[in-house]
């Protein structure tokens, strides 16, 4: 059966659970890509370039938009990120649904580009919570904890106005689920 791929944005305050409920999808789900975006931040502890992300610095993260290589880019917590054209449209191209993990900024710009894209946004049970899985993570320190902490509400109020779907990741099961069902179009 034909069908067009779907283009999946996948938001959230950072720590809410993201990569988590994508990766969870992507061992469920056939036939799904998710994207590797490029950033200038430096890999955390256990991270892979490649495989998170693909790590490069400012000089060559400007070459690239200079060079319209990328599908939407956007400045988050001081630093570059951005998803590599390329490797969505070659992913769509071969019928893949496609989801991005990426921040608000990032899902307003694919909305304009591509106004059939399906925005989710994952929301935490309560604000709290957040701050014990950023710290939980073991990933950064203390004063960029806050950062994100302070960036998420600004994230959740675009959010509200822009996405369409939003979801809490309070049982990661049923979040998953819920980002199933709108990824096989019968989502709330
Ligand atoms: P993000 O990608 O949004 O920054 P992560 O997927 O790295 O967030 O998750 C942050 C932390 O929260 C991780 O330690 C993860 O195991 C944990 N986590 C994710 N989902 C849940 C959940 N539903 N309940 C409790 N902890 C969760
Ligand atoms: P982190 O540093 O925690 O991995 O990501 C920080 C924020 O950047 C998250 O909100 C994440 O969704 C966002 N992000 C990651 N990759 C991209 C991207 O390619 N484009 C945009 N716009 N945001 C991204």
């Known amino acids: 059966m034909n069908r067009t791929p779907k283009l999946i944005v996948i938001s959230g305050p950072s720590g809410v659970g993201k990569s988590t409920i994508c990766n969870e999808i992507l061992k469920r789900l056939d036939n799904v890509y998710l994207s590797i975006s490029a950033t200038t931040r430096k ?3 256990g991270e ?3 495989r998170e992300y693909f790590f490069i610095d400012a000089e060559e993260f400007e070459d690239r938009i200079k060079r319209d290589e990328f599908y939407e880019y956007a400045q988050v917590f001081g630093n570059y990120y951005g998803t590599p054209k390329s490797s969505v449209e070659q992913a769509l191209s071969q019928g893949k649904d496609v989801i991005l993990e990426i921040d608000v900024q990032g899902g307003l710009q ?3 580009k591509r106004p059939d ?3 989710v946004f994952i929301l935490p049970p309560q604000y709290d919570e957040l701050s014990r899985r950023l710290g939980g993570r073991g990933r950064d ?3 960029i904890i806050k950062q994100r902490l302070y960036g998420a ?3 959740i109020e675009m959010a ?3 996405y369409q779907y939003l979801i809490v990741n309070d049982e990661l099961e049923k979040a998953v689920n819920e980002v199933i ?3 096989r179009g019968n989502g709330k």
Do not use: F, T
């Open 181 to 183: 069902a709108v990824i």
């Open 160 to 162: 509200r106005q822009n």
């Open 117 to 119: 894209a399906k925005l």
């Open 110 to 112: 694919v909305k304009n």
């Open 43 to 45: 890999p955390g502890p």
């Open 48 to 50: 892979q370039n490649g």
């Open 153 to 155: 509400e600004a994230e």
């Open 141 to 143: 320190k203390k004063d």
